[in-house]
């Protein structure tokens, strides 16, 4: 009866918090990359019917069960890419908010000297996903084990034992848009690849038999699913 209640209770809290996220902050009403070439700088940007990055999680106390939000471009860019050793999934560039925790060591987003308390503020990660039919959004960061001397991380990886790294690009938020600058050497000088936009929500679990994190909503997609077919803008 107690773990029936505790499932019952954690059901609740995830469905509770899928609600409040669900507002026009999170609903797509165009996205796009431009890559600069005066800049050599690739522009990911996407523009809501709310605030962009205006509603942020809640605070939950805990790793476990954070929620955490995001803006998130799902690319055909392969994982060697962006630093990571090759592997089959999704390689996305996420745009998050999780007050719980700060996954950025390297980065002190919000000036205030110290490097362990901006997990709130919106940053971006590079995630390589996979599909998981186990979790209501249907995805989840692809995980590896510790002792796999295959898995290269670039060294900027807040050491979890998931395809994530926090590359520390420039996130702009300009009223109903949020964007992230990326030179395009951070993305081995790929410039031609395809992409989509989706906004969703992911919840950190740290029970061995739940994906540490994986997706539990998915507000948004910029043309109704996900099918990559958007190319990159080419702007002198």
Do not use: C
């Given at each position: 009866?107690?773990?029936?209640?505790?499932?019952?209770?954690?059901?609740?809290l995830?469905?509770?918090?899928?609600i409040?996220?669900?507002n026009?902050?999170?609903?797509?009403?165009?996205?796009?990359?431009?890559?600069i070439k005066?800049?050599?700088?690739?522009?990911?940007?996407?523009?809501?019917?709310?605030?962009?990055?205006?509603?942020?999680?809640?605070?939950?106390?805990?790793?476990?069960?954070?929620?955490?939000?995001?803006?998130?471009?799902?690319?055909?860019?392969?994982?060697?890419?962006?630093?990571?050793?090759?592997?089959?999934g999704?390689?996305?560039?996420?745009?998050?908010?999780?007050?719980?925790?700060?996954?950025?060591?390297?980065?002190?987003?919000?000036?205030?000297?110290?490097?362990?308390?901006?997990?709130?503020?919106?940053?971006?990660?590079?995630?390589?996903?996979?599909?998981?039919?186990?979790?209501?959004?249907?995805?989840?960061?692809?995980?590896?084990?510790?002792?796999n001397?295959?898995?290269?991380?670039?060294?900027?990886?807040?050491?979890?034992?998931?395809?994530?790294?926090?590359?520390?690009?420039?996130?702009?938020?300009?009223?109903?848009?949020?964007?992230?600058?990326?030179?395009?050497?951070?993305?081995?000088?790929?410039?031609?690849?395809?992409?989509?936009?989706?906004?969703?929500?992911?919840?950190?679990?740290?029970?061995?038999?739940?994906?540490?994190?994986?997706?539990?909503?998915?507000?948004?997609?910029?043309?109704?699913?996900?099918?990559?077919?958007?190319?990159?803008?080419n702007?002198?």
């Amino acid at each position: 009866m107690k773990n029936i209640m505790k499932k019952s209770l954690s059901t609740l809290l995830i469905v509770g918090s899928i609600i409040m996220h669900a507002n026009d902050d999170f609903k797509i009403k165009e996205a796009k990359v431009e890559y600069i070439k005066s800049l050599d700088l690739l522009v990911f940007s996407q523009k809501v019917q709310g605030k962009a990055g205006n509603t942020t999680p809640d605070l939950n106390g805990a790793l476990n069960g954070a929620s955490v939000l995001g803006y998130v471009f799902p690319t055909s860019l392969k994982s060697s890419d962006v630093g990571f050793n090759v592997t089959k999934g999704i390689v996305a560039l996420a745009l998050t908010s999780h007050p719980d925790f700060d996954d950025t060591p390297l980065w002190d987003e919000n000036n205030d000297k110290n490097y362990k308390n901006d997990g709130k503020v919106w940053h971006p990660h590079w995630v390589v996903l996979v599909e998981d039919k186990s979790l209501p959004g249907g995805l989840k960061v692809k995980e590896f084990k510790k002792a796999n001397k295959e898995v290269l991380l670039p060294p900027t990886n807040p050491g979890m034992p998931m395809y994530m790294d926090p590359p520390g690009f420039s996130v702009l938020i300009q009223n109903n848009t949020i964007k992230a600058l990326v030179p395009a050497s951070r993305v081995n000088n790929k410039i031609d690849f395809s992409y989509d936009a989706v906004s969703v929500l992911m919840k950190v679990n740290t029970n061995k038999d739940t994906p540490l994190l994986g997706v539990y909503k998915v507000y948004s997609v910029l043309d109704g699913e996900l099918n990559l077919k958007n190319k990159v803008i080419n702007v002198k």
